[in-house]
T-cell receptor
Framework: RKEVEQDPGPFNVPEGATVAFNCTYS??????FFWYRQDCRKEPKLLMS???SGNEDGRFTAQLNRASQYISLLIRDSKLSDSATYLC?????????????FGKGTKLSVKP | NAGVTQTPKFRILKIGQSMTLQCTQD?????MYWYRQDPGMGLKLIYYSVGAGITDKGEVPNGYNVSRSTTEDFPLRLELAAPSQTSVYFC???????????????FGDGTRLSIL
């Protein structure tokens, strides 16, 4: 099992749709979780941290399920500008993947 | 706030040449990282550093070297450039306090490197 797994997509949705991404992780001792977005040919940028109780930032909601070892990102009322690749990041404790392990990303395309 | 600064932004090298990609951060982060990202692919960790004087190999260290003489700087060296090293290189930094939780990474703009 890979350490951090995401559905690669692409998710093609119309403007205004609600879309959800899931990410599973293998290390039950992980304590830090983040969602990043990456636009084409740009650097990844932090979208939001994920807290145990779940958290919301405008149209974006992140959830953590420790028992099942997955985190989710919900985007409501999708905008064209939400088109990007969304990266799940899980904190770890070193080794060949460092202390923050990135999933390969889920590509979202929002169409008019 | 400069954050993480990478230079150069673009470079074309000939096979066998060497070069150093520069990375500096002004956030006093203890951790720094180098990733490469090939077109349509995910990030791959090349090397990382947990503090000045300490470096560790990532998933794909072959063909690269790093050093961390100061908290701020983490240069990546390519000794004998090969076409397989054509990629976009991202430097990042983060703060990981002793006994605390991983904090998120901050990325530089990237260096686009072509080896011909």
């Amino acid at each position: 099992r890979k350490e951090v797994e995401q559905d690669p997509g692409p998710f093609n949705v119309p403007e205004g749709a609600t879309v959800a991404f899931n990410c599973t992780y293998s290390n039950s001792a992980s304590q830090s979780f983040f969602w990043y977005r990456q636009d084409c040919r740009k650097e990844p940028k932090l979208l939001m941290s994920v807290y145990s109780s779940g958290n919301e930032d405008g149209r974006f909601t992140a959830q953590l399920n420790r028992a099942s070892q997955y985190i989710s990102l919900l985007i409501r009322d999708s905008k064209l500008s939400d088109s990007a690749t969304y990266l799940c990041v899980v904190g770890s404790y070193g080794g060949s993947q460092g202390n923050l392990i990135f999933g390969k990303g889920t590509k979202l395309s929002v169409k008019p | 706030n400069a954050g993480v600064t990478q230079t150069p932004k673009f470079r074309i090298l000939k096979i066998g040449q060497s070069m150093t990609l520069q990375c500096t951060q002004d956030m006093n982060h203890n951790y720094m990282y180098w990733y490469r990202q090939d077109p349509g692919m995910g990030l791959k960790l090349i090397y990382y550093s947990v503090g000045a004087g300490i470096t560790d190999k990532g998933e794909v260290p072959n063909g690269y070297n790093v050093s961390r003489s100061t908290t701020e700087d983490f240069p990546l060296r390519l000794e004998l450039a090969a076409p397989s090293q054509t990629s976009v290189y991202f430097c990042a930094s983060s703060y990981f306090p002793n006994g605390g939780l991983n904090q998120p990474q901050h990325f530089g703009d990237g260096t686009r490197l072509s080896i011909l």
